[in-house]
């Protein structure tokens, strides 16, 4: 009597093939194999076929998605110092990649309208954002494809040219405080001298954020011991942050 075999004959799944340096595709990108992402990145950041708008999504998705666990990091920072280390990339070129990877998914369906590509200039992706805040949709993405990164850096900031030097020329004189020749802010007499030193602290730093086209947030704290241990921590991670830019 024979055995009957019960093998499958119907259709596989194809094998996923490892290709060679000349072959490597840049799909990896858009993978869901974290594996298979991690060796993308690290492939095309030895120059197989390096497509910046590609690292930058593959390394977004790292960190979003929390691929770096299942890569045996804790934090995405560790993952990226691993790449560093084994590819000897910079840290901060890393960092800029995703910066362009999040603004290239987070507008992806305008800019595949447009057909943006790495050809038009991935670093513009990063002032994106802040473009769309200042400009018309239809009149950012024609730009973003049109203009030079300079070009277009300049261009997202908006027409801040007379803030710039009216806010330059903030100042207090006595019981004012002025922008220029104008007067903005008055205190009263009976004001007492540390809340009155408090609230030019406020004003001055705003001032200081709007010639330099910046944001300011306002934080609230129990106590100044809080305040203190708030601000140690604020000044290490805003250094990490631009030093991604």
Excluded: C
């Amino acid at each position: 009597m024979n055995t009957i075999k019960n093998d499958y004959d119907g259709p596989t799944k194809p094998v996923r093939v490892i290709k060679s340096p000349r072959q490597f595709s840049l799909d990896f990108a858009y993978s869901e194999d974290p594996a298979e992402v991690d060796a993308g990145i690290k492939e095309a950041i030895k120059g197989v076929k390096l497509s910046i708008m590609a690292m930058g999504i593959a390394l977004y998705r790292v960190d979003v998605a929390g691929y770096f666990i299942d890569l045996g990091f804790k934090k995405f920072g560790e993952y990226i110092d691993h790449l560093t280390e084994e590819t000897g990339m910079a840290r901060s070129s890393l960092y800029n990649w995703e910066y362009i990877g999040e603004a290239y998914i987070t507008y992806r369906s305008e800019l595949d309208k447009i057909g943006f590509s790495d050809d038009d200039g991935p670093t513009k992706l990063p002032f994106l954002p802040r473009a769309l805040e200042n400009h018309t949709k239809q009149a950012v993405f024609r730009n973003i494809k049109d203009m030079s990164k300079r070009e277009f850096e300049e261009w997202s900031r908006g027409n801040i040219g007379q803030n710039d030097k009216k806010y330059k020329n903030v100042k207090i004189k006595g019981n004012n405080l002025f922008a220029g020749s104008a007067p903005l802010v008055s205190f009263a007499d009976g004001v007492s001298p540390r809340d009155r030193r408090y609230y030019e602290t406020l004003l001055m730093e705003g001032a200081e954020a709007l010639a330099q086209n910046e944001y300011l947030g306002t934080y609230r704290f129990y106590d100044e011991l809080e305040k203190r241990r708030f601000d140690k921590i604020y000044s290490r991670e805003l250094k990490v942050m631009r030093s991604r830019k």
